[in-house]
């Protein structure tokens, strides 16, 4: 997916990297194609790792509630329904098939 979003970003352009799970027990890591738009479109790449913001946590859920509640921060998530499709889900996560988190609904009869 970043392949895609180096091609679309606008000049001066920020991103923000986090999570990859896909990549995590690769024994060969997928490498990034497009990297000249960097450079074309002066564009910055940062990584981040949760832990090291949390201390944050409090004003970030405040923040976070407010633009939610504004539209301007769009959550999403993709959902399994039943406890026999958790499994396939789990996978889909390690192959970089969800967006958002992953829930899986256990349903109860």
Sequence with gaps: MLDEVLLHMNIHGRIAAFGM?????????????????????????????????????????????????????????DEAIGLENAASAFVGIYHGRNIGKQIILALCA
């Design 21 to 77: 799970i896909s990549q995590y027990n690769l024994s060969k890591p997928q490498g990034i194609h497009n990297l000249f738009s960097l450079i074309e479109n002066r564009l910055t790449m940062r990584g981040f790792v949760e832990r090291d913001y949390v201390q944050m946590h409090p004003q970030y859920g405040e923040w976070a509630a407010q633009k939610l509640q504004e539209k301007k921060l769009i959550y999403l998530q």
